[in-house]
């Protein structure tokens, strides 16, 4: 662990940046990468879509030559495959990191003290509370624990694949999550030890905790539902739920809810939200809207461009 630091230092130093803008700029910047490669036909069919939503790809033969270079490095790159059942081990990956850091936190370990100490005082001057730090963390560590029992209840054989690079981005996507979720409050941690003393209820909940953590779980609670809907299909059907007749990808739209009542529930004092959540929210709406995208393309493919068309890509009214 003693090089840790060092390694967050260098990392930092090289971006000009302290830990918390360098969190929200990881996800912004992934945010921007998968849009543009999203808007370019080449890119999107090859790296964009998986499972039944692949497509082929196929070139012209008469494709200059100076382009063939390029052509074979993007389909070498394509054909970077992992099963569609490794998406397992985001779950995996969240209920770890979020134990990790449990320990982390209880301890002021070095990964800690890696990140807490190189924060900028800007960052130090409005900060969560312990409450608001314990229940993000909880609430995480079951939606890592529900996630990974749908994977094993709701999981079929399948062949399916999915782009090595979506499982990357997954990967980093939950160990950069487990941090967020605390970063903003570094100044409470740096000054106060956690104790047993931290989980007694002693006051009524606050306001923001009242309202965020009801609708994170009515959300999971759908998410629950149109997961386990999914997968009572016959393979390739149209979803007949409720929930999926003015919506394509109502679990998709749950799962954006999760994470902007997260970014509600972590607003530091004197903030409205939790700006490092929020930026993990615009990965989340952004990676899930071009999948809930190319899903109403393919629904309307496979089963007529009247089956879907009426229907919400994701977010009602808007998208």
């Known amino acids: 662990m003693a090089v840790l630091p060092s390694l967050v230092d260098k990392a930092l130093a090289t971006a000009h940046l302290d830990a918390v803008d360098a969190l929200r700029a990881l996800f912004l910047c992934a945010s921007c990468m998968i849009l543009s490669v999203s808007l370019l036909d080449s890119l999107r069919s090859r790296f964009v879509h998986y499972g039944a939503r692949a497509t082929v790809t196929t070139e012209s033969n008469s494709t200059p030559s100076q382009f063939s270079k390029t052509t074979g490095i993007l389909d070498y790159l394509a054909s970077l495959k992992v099963p569609h059942s490794y998406f397992i081990h985001f779950y995996i990956v969240s209920i770890l990191s979020s134990s990790f850091w449990a320990v982390q936190l209880l301890y002021h370990g070095q990964a800690f003290q890696a990140i807490a100490t190189r924060i900028h005082s800007d960052h130090l001057q409005k900060t969560m509370s312990i409450t ?4 993000c963390w909880l609430l995480m ?9 749908e994977c094993f209840t709701f999981s079929k054989p399948s062949s399916s694949q999915m782009w090595f690079g979506h499982w990357l981005l997954g990967i980093a996507f939950y160990l950069a999550i487990s941090v967020a979720l605390w970063i903003e409050g570094t100044a409470t941690l740096l000054s106060h030890r ?3 003393n931290d989980v007694t209820v002693t006051n009524a909940p606050s306001l923001g905790t009242f309202l965020c953590v009801p609708i994170f779980l009515f959300a999971s609670g759908l998410q629950h539902d149109a997961h386990q809907h999914l997968f009572s299909l016959k393979k390739y059907t149209l979803p007949s739920h409720p929930m999926f007749r003015r919506i394509v990808c109502p679990h998709y739209t749950a799962e954006c809810v999760i994470y902007l009542s997260l970014a509600l529930l972590a607003a530091p004092r004197g903030e409205m939200i939790n700006k490092t959540v929020l930026s993990a929210l615009v990965l989340v709406s952004v990676n899930l809207g071009v999948t809930a995208a190319a899903t109403k393309c393919w629904y309307m493919q496979k089963f007529g461009e009247n089956s879907v068309r009426e229907r919400w890509n994701m977010i009602p009214w808007l998208y």
Do not use: E
């Not at 560590?141 to 990974?148: A, D, E, P, T, W």
């Open 141 to 149: 560590l079951v939606q890592g624990f529900r996630r990974l029992q």
């Open 194 to 196: 956690l104790s047993l």
């Open 132 to 135: 608001q730090i314990m229940l």
